[in-house]
């Protein structure tokens, strides 16, 4: 059975630091491509970052660049996402999301099987 779980949510203020985890069991995670998402009251569900199974790229939303950056370490089945410079509207629920999905294919909600249960992310200004 796969399991997605996320941890390091929180509040935090405008121009803070959070770093994202998400553990991943019961698949084989080198694999995998692993991705960020996250999903704003009333509002869809969008990428924020991706990592690829090969470990060697990576993809950020523009809203994003430069500000957070995906790792991920094979070894303990996690992929982490630091996030800098925070602002309000970073406030979501963020998700990671794990599938044998085409690199091309990344930024695509309906290409990921599995999903963690989202932890909340939330900046005060």
């Known amino acids: 059975q796969v399991q997605l779980v996320e941890s390091g949510g929180g509040l935090v203020q405008a121009g803070g630091s959070l770093r994202l985890s998400c553990a991943a069991s019961g698949l084989t995670f080198s694999t995998y491509t692993m991705g960020w998402f996250r999903q704003a009251p009333g509002k869809e569900r969008e990428v924020v970052s991706a990592?690829?199974?090969?470990?060697?790229?990576?993809d950020y939303a523009d809203s994003v660049k430069g500000r957070f950056t995906i790792s991920r370490d094979n070894a303990k089945n996690t992929v982490y996402v630091q996030m800098n410079s925070l602002k309000p509207e970073d406030t979501a629920v963020y998700y990671c999301a794990a599938d044998l999905t085409a690199w091309s294919r990344r930024t695509s909600r309906s290409s990921y099987k599995y999903w963690g249960q989202g932890t909340q992310v939330t900046v005060s200004s």
């Open positions: 990592f690829s199974w090969t470990g060697r790229t990576t």
